[in-house]
């Protein structure tokens, strides 16, 4: 979306300030992740001058223009086609960043090593014998922040990923481990906060285990929860659904988890009156498919399917589907809903909010003619009352994202390699 800051006018009306501007070096600002390029990334910065690939379609360019703009598909679809490879020799930040980065690690090292049919997926969960299971880390710093704690973001994040394998959350583990020195009333603190998600969410914490770090060895607290859901309706949600004609819908504004918890932090010096997100999804799963989903034939109906936007932002979510399902991802910028005070962090931040971090925002396929009525259905509840349609799903160039600018052209949306906000959840 908006990638440069144009300076601080534009943050400043949508009620963000900067009081001392992020260090910068050779005139540009620098913002973590985005030290190193892909070669995905450098095909496309090299063509940069084709990426309006919608307009020249329609406006029919010429020869010269049409083979520059098959160049750009072609490097891109011969680099994707490449085997996965961890080129460093050590693991960075950016491997735990959700971006291609992280997509890389686990298919090279991951993957490689626990091949099988139900991990090669790739989803949220696992899906078997009527139950779904999951699993995930929390290592978010700093540990209380506005809207929430990563007591609430570690019961919301696994009821959500089991929510959007289309089961009905049960019963949740939970794992500490803890740095020698941590005190015991932020444990109570967060304890408290996870069992009042647990309860919002009407899922049991039912076992667990704790460890204990030498001091400096950890963070204070870090968590990881596993899950298991039944599959009480007959349906099959996966990234590669999405057909050529559905829409593309996100539940609510996006961006706010990532931009409250780097500001949190202390580090910049912005002002900017933001909360979490972070919330569970297990109810709006619900509105949503009674409404749209459940066919008789176990399909999942309309539904096709559902990520929750978390690491790697919407962009990310929208890249794992375009390429799973081989198809093109267009959305369109107008239509996706970000806060004023989101936007405005963003662009003194030099950052696009559709890869920013959401804890309580997920992105829906549905079936074009079903669209209306699946937004429908997310509006009826307080947590989708800012639903919106942000694009639809083409059958070419298969695999890309392309985002309709507010300015009239195209682009492509790539994934960053890592994340501009590192240990958001």
């Avoid at 999951?134 to 209380?144: E, I, K, N, S």
């Avoid at 809207?147 to 973001?153: A, C, E, H, P, Q």
Wanted: proline share 5%; charged share 25%.
């Amino acid at each position: 979306m908006n990638g440069g800051t144009g300076g601080t006018g534009r943050a400043e009306e949508h009620g963000v300030r900067e009081m001392d501007p992020p260090r910068s070096r050779g005139g540009e600002r620098q913002v973590p992740g985005f030290e190193h390029i892909s070669d995905l990334e450098e095909a496309v910065r090299r063509h940069e001058h084709v990426s309006d690939l919608e307009e020249t379609r329609g406006h029919g360019p010429d020869e010269e223009a049409r083979g520059r703009e098959r160049q750009v598909l072609d490097r891109i679809e011969r680099v994707r086609r490449r085997g996965a490879r961890v080129r460093e020799d050590r693991i960075t930040l950016a491997h735990g960043a959700g971006g291609r980065a992280t997509h890389t690690l686990i298919e090279a090292v991951f993957l490689e090593s626990f091949r099988n049919p139900m991990l090669e997926t790739l989803e949220d969960g696992a899906v078997a014998d009527g139950l779904a299971f999951t699993t995930d880390a929390f290592v978010v710093t700093p540990l209380f922040f506005p809207g929430g704690d990563i007591g609430d973001l570690a019961v919301n994040g696994t009821v959500n990923d089991l929510a959007m394998c289309g089961a009905r959350p049960r019963y949740l583990s939970a794992g500490f481990i803890l740095e020698e020195g941590f005190p015991v009333a932020d444990l109570r603190r967060v304890t408290a906060s996870m069992a009042e998600a647990a309860r919002r969410a009407g899922v049991w914490i039912v076992t667990g285990d704790t460890k204990v770090v030498e001091r400096g060895k950890a963070d204070g607290c870090y968590i990881t929860t596993s899950g298991v859901g039944t599959l009480d309706r007959p349906v099959r949600l996966s990234a590669a659904s999405a057909r050529p004609g559905d829409a593309v819908i996100v539940s609510g504004p996006i961006g706010e988890h990532g931009i409250t918890v780097m500001l949190a932090r202390g580090e910049l010096d912005i002002e900017a009156d933001l909360c979490s997100d972070t919330a569970p999804l297990n109810a709006l799963v619900d509105v949503l498919l009674d409404a749209c989903g459940g066919g008789e034939g176990g399909d999942g109906g309309a539904v096709r399917c559902l990520r929750d936007a978390t690491r790697g932002g919407v962009a990310t979510i929208v890249n794992e589907i375009a390429e799973a399902s081989r198809v093109a991802v267009v959305l369109d910028e107008d239509a996706v809903p970000v806060r004023p005070a989101v936007r405005g962090a963003c662009e003194l931040l030099g950052i696009d909010p559709l890869y920013v971090a959401c804890e309580g925002r997920m992105v829906a396929v549905v079936a074009g003619d079903s669209a209306e009525a699946a937004l429908a259905a997310l509006r009826s509840h307080p947590l989708g009352s800012d639903a919106a349609i942000i694009g639809r799903i083409n059958d070419d160039p298969p695999g890309l994202v392309l985002l309709r600018t507010s300015f009239g052209g195209t682009r492509i949306v790539d994934l960053l390699v890592g994340d501009p906000l590192p240990r958001i959840c």
